[in-house]
């Protein structure tokens, strides 16, 4: 039974902390995110001017009116909207 923790059970727990520790590294990147966006929108009542790229490094200028809503990439170019 000791050999089995040992060599299978830590094994599998330090796996699982490695996970762990990237989910929650997300989730505060997402909360950082969340909390610029709302400081943003709170300070820049009227939006602000921006280039984005249109493909290909082609850059149009844009102005953002509102920043309540944004797209964000969750990966493998799977966007979803988050709002503040």
Request: some cysteine.
């Amino acid at each position: 039974i000791e050999e089995f923790i040992n060599e299978v059970l830590k094994e599998d727990l330090k796996r699982l902390e490695v996970c762990l520790n990237r989910f929650n590294e997300e989730i505060m990147e997402y909360v950082q995110l969340k909390n610029t966006l709302k400081r943003l929108n709170d300070n820049m009542k009227d939006g602000y001017k921006t280039q984005v790229n249109i493909g290909s490094n082609i850059f149009m200028q844009a102005h953002v009116k509102e920043m309540n809503k944004i797209l964000v990439n969750v990966g493998k170019d799977i966007y979803m909207e988050m709002s503040t």
